[in-house]
């Protein structure tokens, strides 16, 4: 069932892709935006589903190491959707108030811009706490769990982790208080 699902996700996904890159009228600002979303979905589901198939089929536990560069990307790319979801909707109150300035402020560089500027910023605040868990050290080289996120990480660690859970709040918090406002 999860390689199914796996396989229908990813396949949906790069369908829309392939979609608006072949057929030149999708080639504007809205479905350029989408097709980046599409292509950020595919990496999250690819991130996580391929692991925990494996994890299930095999039975062995993971390595911390391959558990702290998952949270690393996952963590980057729900930052990059969150940004990626924040730019469409510019997008989208651009067009609805402004329908006559619509195609002169929201130019091929400027949505270029906004898609370099959501994928950079999205990798940049979990950066910080993926160095400061590889740092960490670990009662145990291997964690039984076939998704990492912060908290099941930090339950087999043995040194101090109070410097995580303050960055890991900071940057969550400008994560998430930069797109709303």
Not at 63 to 74: A, G, H, N, R
Not at 156 to 164: K, P, Y
């Amino acid at each position: 069932i999860l390689c199914v699902t796996y396989l229908t996700i990813t396949s949906g996904n790069l369908f829309i892709v392939l979609l608006i890159h072949t057929f030149h009228h999708l080639h504007t600002p809205m479905y350029f935006f989408l097709s980046n979303l599409s292509l950020s979905d595919i990496m999250i589901t690819s991130d996580i589903i391929p692991n925990m198939l494996h994890l299930l089929w095999t039975g062995v536990n993971m390595p911390i190491s391959f558990c702290i560069l998952q949270f690393y990307i996952f963590g980057s790319l729900t930052a990059t959707e969150c940004l990626l979801l924040t730019v469409m909707s510019y997008d989208r109150y651009l067009a609805i108030c402004s329908p006559l300035r619509y195609s002169s402020i929201m130019t091929i560089p400027l949505c270029r811009y906004l898609i370099m500027f959501s994928w950079s910023i999205g990798f940049t605040p979990t950066l910080p706490v993926a160095a400061c868990l590889a740092s960490t050290k670990y009662c145990s080289p291997y964690i039984d769990h076939f998704f990492c996120d912060l908290a099941p990480i930090l339950e087999v660690a043995c040194s101090d982790i109070t410097t995580v859970k303050l960055l890991a709040f900071a940057f969550s918090f400008l994560v998430t208080l930069f797109p709303f406002i």
